[in-house]
């Protein structure tokens, strides 16, 4: 599965061309952390992972973004796939932003999976490297999930390179 994501987002980044100063489609790809709260009583976790995300920018101040993530804890992992808007704070050499994002989370441990409502609210820092490539220096999420009828309260760091298309 790591291997068909990684393929997909470098297809991606090789099909869009083009770049610009004030960029249309922005990618994103890095590493992520994420503490769980599972709630029901079981303790709290750390996992690592990736994360992916990509931007489409309707108007300068204002985008659309998908995000997909996966973390991986010992036997278990958790995949979220989120999609919302996006508002662009700055341009320039610093551009901040927040989000609020809505979809699915697929989570599984032990062989059992299971599907479950998503949401992250948060946001995060771009700092220009060149024209074509930032460097996000963090993205702060909280990350909502619902499984097995109890709220999980989870925090999500990611950090990486933002790819800027025009």
């Known amino acids: 599965m790591r291997r068909i994501l990684f393929i997909s987002v470098l297809t991606l980044l090789c099909a869009l061309p083009g770049f610009a100063q004030d960029s249309k489609v922005d990618v994103f790809a890095g590493y992520s952390f994420l503490h769980t709260s599972p709630g029901s009583g079981l303790p709290s976790a750390n996992a690592s992972g990736w994360e992916a995300a990509l931007n489409y920018n309707l108007k300068s101040w204002l985008g659309v973004k998908g995000d997909i993530d996966g973390h991986y804890c010992c036997d278990a992992s958790l995949h979220n796939f989120l999609f919302g808007p996006q508002i662009n704070l700055g ?5 901040p932003y927040v989000h609020g994002l809505l979809g699915v989370s697929h989570g599984s441990a032990s062989g059992v999976s299971d599907d479950a409502f998503a949401f992250a609210f948060g946001g995060g820092l771009d700092v220009k490297a060149t024209d074509r490539i930032a460097v ?25 390179l933002v790819f800027r298309f025009k």
């Open 91 to 95: 341009h320039g050499k610093v551009s």
């Open 136 to 160: 996000r220096i963090g993205q702060f999420d909280y990350l909502g999930t619902r499984f097995a009828g109890y709220t999980q309260n989870n925090f999500r760091y990611s950090a990486g």
